[in-house]
Protein backbone atom coordinates (compact mmCIF):
# COMPACT_ATOMS: atom_id res chain seq x y z
CA UNK A 1 0.00 0.00 0.00
CA UNK A 2 1.19 3.81 -0.64
CA UNK A 3 -0.07 7.16 0.23
CA UNK A 4 0.01 10.34 -1.58
CA UNK A 5 2.95 11.49 1.25
CA UNK A 6 4.40 8.80 0.89
CA UNK A 7 4.89 8.94 -3.03
CA UNK A 8 5.81 11.85 -2.56
CA UNK A 9 9.02 11.68 -0.60
CA UNK A 10 9.81 8.07 -2.72
CA UNK A 11 9.39 9.73 -5.98
CA UNK A 12 9.58 13.43 -5.88
CA UNK A 13 6.38 13.57 -8.33
CA UNK A 14 3.00 14.40 -6.38
CA UNK A 15 1.15 11.05 -6.26
CA UNK A 16 -2.33 10.89 -4.88
CA UNK A 17 -2.62 7.39 -4.39
CA UNK A 18 -3.32 4.87 -1.49
CA UNK A 19 -3.05 1.31 -3.30
CA UNK A 20 -5.09 -1.76 -1.89
CA UNK A 21 -4.07 -4.69 -0.64
CA UNK A 22 -4.43 -8.21 -1.82
CA UNK A 23 -5.29 -11.61 -0.75
CA UNK A 24 -5.57 -15.82 -2.22
CA UNK A 25 -8.26 -16.86 -2.98
CA UNK A 26 -8.26 -20.33 -5.22
CA UNK A 27 -11.62 -22.24 -6.04
CA UNK A 28 -10.55 -25.44 -5.00
CA UNK A 29 -8.97 -23.93 -1.78
CA UNK A 30 -12.21 -23.75 0.41
CA UNK A 31 -15.03 -26.26 1.26
CA UNK A 32 -18.10 -25.38 -0.26
CA UNK A 33 -20.87 -23.26 1.64
CA UNK A 34 -24.65 -23.36 1.11
CA UNK A 35 -27.39 -20.89 1.13
CA UNK A 36 -29.16 -19.26 4.02
CA UNK A 37 -30.43 -22.00 5.91
CA UNK A 38 -26.81 -23.91 6.23
CA UNK A 39 -23.25 -23.62 8.84
CA UNK A 40 -20.48 -23.55 7.20
CA UNK A 41 -17.06 -24.47 8.56
CA UNK A 42 -14.09 -23.20 6.73
CA UNK A 43 -10.22 -24.66 7.81
CA UNK A 44 -7.06 -21.84 6.83
CA UNK A 45 -4.66 -23.22 5.07
CA UNK A 46 -2.05 -21.92 7.26
CA UNK A 47 -3.37 -23.32 11.36
CA UNK A 48 -6.07 -26.56 12.00
CA UNK A 49 -8.36 -23.77 13.37
CA UNK A 50 -11.85 -23.96 12.29
CA UNK A 51 -13.66 -20.88 10.91
CA UNK A 52 -17.15 -21.24 11.29
CA UNK A 53 -19.59 -19.32 9.45
CA UNK A 54 -23.60 -18.92 11.15
CA UNK A 55 -26.87 -18.84 9.19
CA UNK A 56 -27.45 -15.40 7.61
CA UNK A 57 -30.94 -14.35 9.27
CA UNK A 58 -32.75 -11.55 7.43
CA UNK A 59 -34.59 -9.56 8.97
CA UNK A 60 -38.55 -9.45 7.62
CA UNK A 61 -41.63 -7.47 6.39
CA UNK A 62 -39.58 -4.28 6.95
CA UNK A 63 -39.04 -3.34 3.16
CA UNK A 64 -41.06 0.19 2.46
CA UNK A 65 -43.06 0.83 -0.09
CA UNK A 66 -41.54 3.56 -2.44
CA UNK A 67 -38.04 2.73 -3.78
CA UNK A 68 -35.50 5.40 -4.81
CA UNK A 69 -34.54 5.59 -8.34
CA UNK A 70 -31.63 3.32 -8.68
CA UNK A 71 -31.81 1.87 -5.25
CA UNK A 72 -33.21 -1.75 -3.71
CA UNK A 73 -33.75 -2.60 -0.58
CA UNK A 74 -31.65 -4.33 1.33
CA UNK A 75 -33.12 -5.95 4.48
CA UNK A 76 -30.40 -6.12 7.24
CA UNK A 77 -30.17 -8.50 9.85
CA UNK A 78 -27.62 -10.75 11.47
CA UNK A 79 -25.04 -12.59 9.81
CA UNK A 80 -21.48 -13.74 9.59
CA UNK A 81 -18.59 -10.76 8.52
CA UNK A 82 -14.90 -11.31 7.87
CA UNK A 83 -12.52 -13.65 6.03
CA UNK A 84 -11.27 -16.94 6.62
CA UNK A 85 -8.22 -16.12 4.84
CA UNK A 86 -4.84 -14.76 6.15
CA UNK A 87 -1.97 -15.25 3.44
CA UNK A 88 -1.46 -12.70 0.31
CA UNK A 89 -1.73 -13.78 -2.95
CA UNK A 90 -1.23 -17.33 -4.38
CA UNK A 91 2.35 -16.64 -2.83
CA UNK A 92 1.20 -17.69 0.64
CA UNK A 93 3.11 -14.44 2.29
CA UNK A 94 1.68 -15.07 5.80
CA UNK A 95 -0.10 -12.33 7.97
CA UNK A 96 -0.63 -9.63 5.57
CA UNK A 97 -4.45 -10.13 5.43
CA UNK A 98 -5.35 -10.82 9.04
CA UNK A 99 -7.20 -7.64 9.53
CA UNK A 100 -10.06 -9.63 7.59
CA UNK A 101 -9.82 -12.06 10.79
CA UNK A 102 -12.03 -13.09 12.62
CA UNK A 103 -15.11 -13.95 10.85
CA UNK A 104 -17.77 -12.20 14.03
CA UNK A 105 -21.48 -12.13 13.78
CA UNK A 106 -23.10 -8.45 13.26
CA UNK A 107 -26.52 -7.31 12.75
CA UNK A 108 -27.80 -4.35 10.33
CA UNK A 109 -30.86 -2.51 9.93
CA UNK A 110 -32.52 -2.43 6.74
CA UNK A 111 -30.96 0.09 4.38
CA UNK A 112 -31.81 1.34 0.47
CA UNK A 113 -28.07 1.28 -1.81
CA UNK A 114 -27.31 2.42 -4.94
CA UNK A 115 -27.59 -0.73 -7.49
CA UNK A 116 -24.46 0.48 -9.33
CA UNK A 117 -21.39 2.75 -8.27
CA UNK A 118 -21.90 6.26 -9.00
CA UNK A 119 -21.78 6.92 -12.61
CA UNK A 120 -20.18 9.58 -14.96
CA UNK A 121 -22.90 11.14 -15.24
CA UNK A 122 -24.40 10.91 -12.04
CA UNK A 123 -21.01 12.78 -10.47
CA UNK A 124 -21.20 15.02 -13.46
CA UNK A 125 -25.00 15.99 -12.49
CA UNK A 126 -23.73 16.67 -8.97
CA UNK A 127 -20.83 19.16 -10.29
CA UNK A 128 -22.79 21.03 -12.54
CA UNK A 129 -25.48 21.49 -9.44
CA UNK A 130 -22.78 22.65 -7.18
CA UNK A 131 -19.74 23.79 -8.54
CA UNK A 132 -17.88 20.72 -6.66
CA UNK A 133 -14.29 20.52 -7.62
CA UNK A 134 -12.53 17.34 -6.05
CA UNK A 135 -9.40 16.82 -4.50
CA UNK A 136 -7.65 15.22 -7.49
CA UNK A 137 -8.38 19.06 -9.60
CA UNK A 138 -7.22 20.84 -6.65
CA UNK A 139 -2.92 22.03 -6.13
CA UNK A 140 -1.50 20.64 -3.63
CA UNK A 141 0.28 23.42 -1.28
CA UNK A 142 3.74 23.37 -0.12
CA UNK A 143 1.80 23.33 3.98
CA UNK A 144 0.44 20.17 3.25
CA UNK A 145 3.88 18.84 1.84
CA UNK A 146 6.54 20.68 2.88
CA UNK A 147 10.12 19.91 1.29
CA UNK A 148 8.40 19.01 -1.93
CA UNK A 149 9.65 21.24 -5.22
CA UNK A 150 7.26 24.25 -6.01
CA UNK A 151 7.10 22.40 -9.35
CA UNK A 152 5.89 19.05 -8.20
CA UNK A 153 3.19 20.62 -6.47
CA UNK A 154 1.03 20.23 -9.74
CA UNK A 155 -2.75 19.03 -9.33
CA UNK A 156 -3.12 15.40 -10.41
CA UNK A 157 -3.22 11.80 -9.08
CA UNK A 158 -2.66 8.35 -9.84
CA UNK A 159 -2.55 6.14 -12.55
CA UNK A 160 -1.71 2.61 -13.20
CA UNK A 161 1.09 2.16 -15.62
CA UNK A 162 1.36 -0.99 -17.13
CA UNK A 163 5.10 -2.54 -17.38
CA UNK A 164 6.71 -3.21 -20.67
CA UNK A 165 7.73 -6.75 -19.38
CA UNK A 166 7.37 -9.02 -16.50
CA UNK A 167 8.48 -7.35 -13.00
CA UNK A 168 8.89 -8.54 -9.57
CA UNK A 169 5.28 -8.35 -7.23
CA UNK A 170 6.76 -6.72 -4.12
CA UNK A 171 7.56 -3.10 -5.69
CA UNK A 172 4.26 -1.63 -6.47
CA UNK A 173 5.82 1.67 -7.95
CA UNK A 174 6.57 -0.43 -11.10
CA UNK A 175 3.23 0.14 -11.86
CA UNK A 176 1.64 3.22 -10.63
CA UNK A 177 2.98 6.89 -11.00
CA UNK A 178 1.83 9.96 -10.75
CA UNK A 179 -0.05 12.05 -13.94
CA UNK A 180 -0.43 15.70 -13.32
CA UNK A 181 -4.06 16.12 -15.36
CA UNK A 182 -5.58 13.30 -14.18
CA UNK A 183 -8.54 13.53 -12.51
CA UNK A 184 -12.48 11.89 -12.86
CA UNK A 185 -13.12 13.87 -16.04
CA UNK A 186 -9.59 12.29 -17.53
CA UNK A 187 -9.16 9.34 -15.71
CA UNK A 188 -5.76 8.43 -17.21
CA UNK A 189 -3.96 12.13 -17.12
CA UNK A 190 -5.09 15.39 -19.75
CA UNK A 191 -5.05 13.20 -23.02
CA UNK A 192 -7.73 10.99 -21.61
CA UNK A 193 -11.80 11.35 -21.46
CA UNK A 194 -15.23 10.20 -19.90
CA UNK A 195 -17.08 11.45 -23.39
CA UNK A 196 -19.44 8.85 -23.95
CA UNK A 197 -18.73 7.29 -20.89
CA UNK A 198 -21.96 8.18 -19.03
CA UNK A 199 -22.37 4.90 -17.33
CA UNK A 200 -19.25 4.04 -16.69
CA UNK A 201 -18.04 4.35 -12.55
CA UNK A 202 -16.85 7.31 -11.58
CA UNK A 203 -13.01 7.47 -10.82
CA UNK A 204 -10.14 9.56 -9.08
CA UNK A 205 -12.60 10.75 -6.46
CA UNK A 206 -10.75 10.39 -2.95
CA UNK A 207 -13.68 9.33 0.45
CA UNK A 208 -14.22 13.49 0.81
CA UNK A 209 -15.69 13.72 -2.18
CA UNK A 210 -17.60 10.72 -2.17
CA UNK A 211 -18.63 11.96 1.23
CA UNK A 212 -19.80 15.27 -0.69
CA UNK A 213 -21.73 13.76 -3.49
CA UNK A 214 -23.86 11.91 -1.46
CA UNK A 215 -24.59 14.65 0.70
CA UNK A 216 -25.74 16.46 -1.68
CA UNK A 217 -27.76 13.06 -3.50
CA UNK A 218 -29.67 13.32 0.16
CA UNK A 219 -27.68 9.65 0.71
CA UNK A 220 -24.57 8.66 2.73
CA UNK A 221 -21.67 5.93 2.27
CA UNK A 222 -22.47 2.36 3.56
CA UNK A 223 -20.62 1.26 6.86
CA UNK A 224 -18.48 -1.44 6.28
CA UNK A 225 -20.99 -4.02 8.06
CA UNK A 226 -23.97 -2.52 6.03
CA UNK A 227 -21.49 -2.99 2.67
CA UNK A 228 -20.74 -6.82 3.47
CA UNK A 229 -24.39 -7.61 4.17
CA UNK A 230 -25.32 -6.54 0.77
CA UNK A 231 -22.29 -8.17 -0.81
CA UNK A 232 -23.73 -11.64 0.61
CA UNK A 233 -26.98 -11.28 -0.58
CA UNK A 234 -28.41 -13.50 2.48
CA UNK A 235 -26.29 -15.78 2.20
CA UNK A 236 -23.34 -17.25 4.28
CA UNK A 237 -19.70 -17.59 3.66
CA UNK A 238 -19.79 -17.95 0.41
CA UNK A 239 -16.67 -16.92 -1.65
CA UNK A 240 -17.88 -14.09 -4.46
CA UNK A 241 -20.79 -12.72 -4.40
CA UNK A 242 -22.05 -14.99 -7.38
CA UNK A 243 -21.29 -18.44 -5.42
CA UNK A 244 -17.95 -20.33 -4.22
CA UNK A 245 -16.85 -21.00 -8.15
CA UNK A 246 -14.86 -17.75 -9.92
CA UNK A 247 -16.21 -18.81 -12.86
CA UNK A 248 -20.33 -20.07 -13.70
CA UNK A 249 -19.83 -22.29 -16.77
CA UNK A 250 -17.02 -21.40 -17.89
CA UNK A 251 -17.78 -17.66 -17.51
CA UNK A 252 -16.28 -14.63 -15.67
CA UNK A 253 -18.71 -12.85 -13.13
CA UNK A 254 -16.89 -9.68 -12.41
CA UNK A 255 -14.56 -7.44 -14.54
CA UNK A 256 -11.09 -8.69 -13.09
CA UNK A 257 -7.50 -8.99 -14.55
CA UNK A 258 -6.77 -11.98 -16.34
CA UNK A 259 -3.18 -12.65 -17.76
CA UNK A 260 0.57 -11.63 -17.05
CA UNK A 261 0.04 -8.68 -14.26
CA UNK A 262 1.05 -5.60 -14.98
CA UNK A 263 2.17 -6.04 -18.10
CA UNK A 264 1.21 -3.82 -21.00
CA UNK A 265 -1.03 -5.43 -22.58
CA UNK A 266 -1.34 -9.03 -21.02
CA UNK A 267 -4.90 -8.63 -19.60
CA UNK A 268 -6.43 -11.28 -21.69
CA UNK A 269 -9.86 -9.99 -21.04
CA UNK A 270 -11.78 -13.26 -20.68
CA UNK A 271 -14.27 -11.34 -18.98
CA UNK A 272 -15.15 -9.32 -21.79
CA UNK A 273 -13.36 -6.06 -20.34
CA UNK A 274 -9.86 -5.19 -20.52
CA UNK A 275 -9.71 -2.48 -17.88
CA UNK A 276 -12.43 -0.61 -16.56
CA UNK A 277 -15.94 -1.71 -17.39
CA UNK A 278 -19.28 0.18 -17.73
CA UNK A 279 -21.76 -0.80 -15.08
CA UNK A 280 -23.90 -3.63 -14.81
CA UNK A 281 -22.68 -5.87 -17.29
CA UNK A 282 -22.55 -9.09 -15.02
CA UNK A 283 -25.69 -10.43 -12.93
CA UNK A 284 -26.66 -9.08 -10.12
CA UNK A 285 -26.26 -10.46 -6.69
CA UNK A 286 -29.33 -11.96 -5.17
CA UNK A 287 -30.54 -8.10 -3.53
CA UNK A 288 -30.49 -6.80 -7.10
CA UNK A 289 -26.69 -5.19 -6.80
CA UNK A 290 -24.11 -5.32 -9.51
CA UNK A 291 -20.46 -5.40 -9.37
CA UNK A 292 -20.03 -5.65 -5.72
CA UNK A 293 -17.15 -7.67 -6.79
CA UNK A 294 -14.12 -6.05 -9.64
CA UNK A 295 -14.49 -3.32 -11.63
CA UNK A 296 -13.62 -0.49 -8.82
CA UNK A 297 -13.50 -0.04 -5.43
CA UNK A 298 -15.80 1.58 -2.92
CA UNK A 299 -15.26 3.51 -0.57
CA UNK A 300 -17.20 3.06 2.56
CA UNK A 301 -17.54 5.20 5.99
CA UNK A 302 -15.51 3.29 8.52
CA UNK A 303 -12.27 4.41 9.31
CA UNK A 304 -9.60 1.65 8.81
CA UNK A 305 -7.83 -0.29 11.80
CA UNK A 306 -6.27 -3.47 11.22
CA UNK A 307 -7.59 -4.52 14.47
CA UNK A 308 -10.69 -3.88 14.71
CA UNK A 309 -12.31 -7.18 13.69
CA UNK A 310 -10.21 -8.61 16.75
CA UNK A 311 -11.80 -6.32 18.59
CA UNK A 312 -15.42 -7.01 17.87
CA UNK A 313 -14.55 -10.67 17.94
CA UNK A 314 -13.28 -10.31 21.60
CA UNK A 315 -16.38 -8.80 22.79
CA UNK A 316 -18.43 -12.35 22.17
CA UNK A 317 -21.59 -10.77 21.26
CA UNK A 318 -23.55 -9.63 18.27
CA UNK A 319 -22.26 -6.56 17.37
CA UNK A 320 -25.12 -4.15 16.19
CA UNK A 321 -25.09 -1.21 13.63
CA UNK A 322 -21.24 -1.47 14.28
CA UNK A 323 -19.95 2.49 12.69
CA UNK A 324 -15.79 1.34 12.25
CA UNK A 325 -13.20 2.48 14.97
CA UNK A 326 -13.27 5.50 16.32
CA UNK A 327 -9.94 6.56 14.71
CA UNK A 328 -7.84 4.92 12.72
CA UNK A 329 -4.79 2.27 12.54
CA UNK A 330 -2.67 0.78 9.92
CA UNK A 331 0.62 -0.40 11.78
CA UNK A 332 2.56 -0.14 7.97
CA UNK A 333 1.55 3.46 7.98
CA UNK A 334 1.30 4.91 10.92
CA UNK A 335 -0.19 8.47 11.52
CA UNK A 336 -2.20 8.08 7.85
CA UNK A 337 -6.15 9.20 8.61
CA UNK A 338 -7.38 5.81 6.33
CA UNK A 339 -11.07 4.55 5.36
CA UNK A 340 -11.90 1.05 4.62
CA UNK A 341 -12.51 -0.02 0.66
CA UNK A 342 -14.43 -2.96 -0.22
CA UNK A 343 -14.53 -5.05 -3.46
CA UNK A 344 -11.89 -5.38 -5.78
CA UNK A 345 -11.20 -3.85 -9.17
CA UNK A 346 -10.53 -4.41 -12.90
CA UNK A 347 -6.51 -4.66 -11.52
CA UNK A 348 -7.73 -7.51 -8.88
CA UNK A 349 -5.69 -11.37 -10.13
CA UNK A 350 -5.09 -14.68 -8.93
CA UNK A 351 -2.11 -13.67 -9.53
CA UNK A 352 -1.15 -10.70 -7.08
CA UNK A 353 -4.93 -9.65 -5.91
CA UNK A 354 -7.95 -11.27 -5.35
CA UNK A 355 -9.97 -9.13 -3.08
CA UNK A 356 -13.18 -9.68 -5.04
CA UNK A 357 -12.86 -12.35 -2.68
CA UNK A 358 -16.21 -11.59 0.00
CA UNK A 359 -14.82 -10.39 3.44
CA UNK A 360 -11.69 -8.93 2.10
CA UNK A 361 -10.53 -5.25 2.89
CA UNK A 362 -8.95 -2.80 1.57
CA UNK A 363 -8.15 0.60 2.57
CA UNK A 364 -7.18 3.97 1.83
CA UNK A 365 -5.71 7.30 2.97
CA UNK A 366 -8.22 10.08 3.00
CA UNK A 367 -7.21 12.34 0.30
CA UNK A 368 -5.75 9.93 -1.74
CA UNK A 369 -7.63 8.88 -5.15
CA UNK A 370 -6.72 6.40 -7.90
CA UNK A 371 -8.05 5.28 -11.39
CA UNK A 372 -9.40 2.18 -9.88
CA UNK A 373 -11.53 3.60 -7.01
CA UNK A 374 -15.07 5.07 -7.58
CA UNK A 375 -18.17 4.54 -4.63
CA UNK A 376 -22.19 3.64 -3.94
CA UNK A 377 -24.29 5.38 -1.35
CA UNK A 378 -26.63 3.63 0.77
CA UNK A 379 -29.83 5.26 2.62
Same mark, same amino acid.
Given at each position: ??? @?????????????? =???? /????????????????????????????????????????? @??????????????????????????? =?????????????????????????????????????????????????????????????????????????????????? /????????????????????????????????????????????????? =?????????????????????????????? @???????????????????????????????????????????????????????????????????????????????????????????????? =?????????????????????????????????
Amino acid at each position: MIS @KKKILYVLAPLVAL =LLIG /YIVTSSDFFMNSDSKSADVSINTDDSNKEVHFSSTIENKNN @KPKDAPEGMVWIPGGEFSMGCSVSNES =LCGVKGITNDANPVHRVYVDGFWMDKTEVTNKQFAAFVKATGYVTVAEIKPSAEEFPGVPADKLIAGTAVFMPTKQEVPLND /YLRWWGYVGGANWRHPLGPDSSIEGKDNYPVVQVCYEDAIAYAKWAGKR =LATEAEWEFAARGGKSGELYAWGNTLTVDG @KFQANIYQGKFPVDGADAAEDGFAGIAPTAQYKANAYGLYDMSGNVWEWVNDWYDANYYAQLASENKVSKNPQGPATFNDPNEPGLPKRVHRGGSF =LCTEQYCTRYMLGTRGNGEVKSAANHIGFRCVK
